[in-house]
């Protein structure tokens, strides 16, 4: 069945209605300050000055994929892929979608995930699936990691120092148990919903989600690779070689190994950035991408304007990736100026106290599902968060652990989905795929999502005291 074209909104015409709305509302309420015409103008470029990093860390990436696209390695790469596993492409979404989870309960994969989306899109549509496919292994499978924390120190680890800053015990293993009983029962449901979706876009022509302008944007920038005639040269291997540890350096180093008593790699890892693995942020990974798009183009023996005109080709594809985060984190630089999440956050606060278990878990589920939306960032809301309502828990008598999950749950399903996220917004841009269009596909999964994880911690909350 034919798909209709219909009027859809860019990422970037939704972002903007997003700050406006939310500037207008800050003229609602007397408690916070009224944003102001210049405020609201301001918004995407203040963003951009506290998304600068992984920003630059997006462009560098971009150029380094325009590199590696220019020697052709990554399209006989994922042909020979996907060649292997004839018949067996689902066990690949299982895979993948396991691995970025466990990046996400551990280190809080999210910003990182923007480097695996032209190589996952393109191999899942050389594998007969859609774009859709590749963003939801990719978005939910770290997603509902980061969702089910149980070590991630962006995420529970920062809450879990806002107690201790506040002198409120807590039980680490009650934290990882629970972290992970959320984590897995998400990802089975994650996974078995992907994979339902993906095997009816394979059996049933015609079954994709996507719209006939996306389906055209899925062929233009992912299905033009022709798998028929692929040599392997001693180039392609060494090529793809580099880009595969290329990748296994930036997960490894972004892993706090630290904080898991592991310090094999402190010192000696330091070499090149000065940093060593394990505390690498986007600075770091941005020149490691910079310096091994250089090295590809070099093995391929490209000439010094080769090198830099496929860089900057790479980087011009991937430039409106960076300017969605940028417009994203606006809306977060609006709601801090304003001192509308903050005025949220007291009242709420006031409007839990005294509540029973029963009502006090969801209530809070409900309150961090707002929060994200205005403060995406886990490690950002969670300071702000946990120093007025970690004591409210603690007064209360109930468990501070549940609480963070509570966070780590709301938060983790709303950066799922909300436009005001650089991860959502950016992933989508890259792999073609309208936010309206999203929301269509994960909707229900998240709802799903969202009555186990309620359910889960109201009784957590109930039990653990």
């Not at 979608?97 to 990046?103: A, E, N």
């Not at 269009?437 to 909707?443: A, D, E």
Request: charged share 15%.
């Amino acid at each position: 069945m034919a798909k209709k074209k219909g009027i859809q909104l860019s990422a970037f015409s939704i972002l903007f209605l997003i700050i406006i709305a939310l500037a207008l509302l800050t003229w609602v309420f007397p408690q916070v300050d009224n944003a102001t015409l210049a405020t609201v103008v301001m918004a995407p470029f203040n963003g951009f000055k506290e998304a600068i990093d992984v920003c630059i860390f997006i462009l560098l990436l971009g150029g380094f994929l325009g590199v590696v696209t220019k020697t052709g390695a990554l399209d006989a790469g994922v042909g020979a892929l996907v060649k292997k596993l004839k018949g067996k492409e689902t066990v690949l979404i299982v895979v993948l979608m396991i691995l970025f989870s466990i990046g996400g309960t551990t280190y809080g994969m999210a910003e990182e995930t923007v480097a695996f989306y032209v190589l996952i899109c393109s191999t899942m549509v050389a594998a007969g699936f859609d774009t859709t496919v590749g963003v939801a292994t990719i978005m939910l499978g770290a997603g509902v990691g980061v969702l089910g924390s149980t070590v991630n120190p962006f995420a529970v680890g920062v809450a879990l120092d806002a107690l201790k800053e506040k002198g409120i015990q807590y039980n680490s293993g009650t934290v990882i148990l629970l972290g992970a009983i959320l984590w897995i029962t998400a990802l089975i449901a994650a996974i078995f919903y992907v994979l339902k979706y993906a095997k009816k876009v394979k059996e049933e022509k015609g079954s994709t989600i996507l719209s006939l302008q996306e389906q055209n944007d899925m062929k233009e920038h992912f299905g033009h690779a022709n798998f028929d005639n692929i040599e392997f040269t001693g180039k392609t291997r060494i090529t793809l070689t580099i880009f595969a540890i290329t990748f296994i350096i930036m997960v490894i180093s972004l892993i706090p190994w630290e904080s898991f008593g592991i310090t094999f790699f402190k010192g000696w890892t330091s070499y090149l950035t000065g940093t060593s693995l394990g505390e690498w942020y986007f600075a770091e990974l941005a020149m490691w991408f910079l310096l091994s798009g250089i090295l590809i183009g070099v093995v391929n023996g490209f000439k010094e304007t080769e090198i830099i005109d496929s860089f900057m080709d790479g980087v011009k594809d991937i430039l409106s990736v960076v300017l969605i985060i940028a417009v994203a984190r606006g809306a977060s630089v609006l709601m801090a100026a304003t001192k509308f999440d903050a005025f949220i956050l007291d009242s709420a606060s006031k409007a839990l106290n005294g509540l029973s278990p029963v009502i006090f878990a969801p209530a809070s589920y409900l309150l961090f599902l707002v929060l994200s939306f205005l403060i995406p960032s886990t490690s950002g809301l969670a300071s702000v968060a946990f120093p007025v309502l970690g004591p409210l828990t603690a007064a209360l008598k109930y468990s501070p652990e549940v609480m963070v999950l509570i966070f780590s749950a709301a938060s983790g399903i709303i950066n799922l989905m909300t436009p005001t996220s650089g991860v959502v917004m950016g992933g989508l841009a890259t792999a073609r795929v309208q936010y309206t269009t999203w929301l269509k596909f994960v909707g229900k999964l998240l709802a799903i999502i969202f009555i186990m994880d309620v359910v889960i911690l109201t009784v957590a909350m109930m039990v653990i005291r």
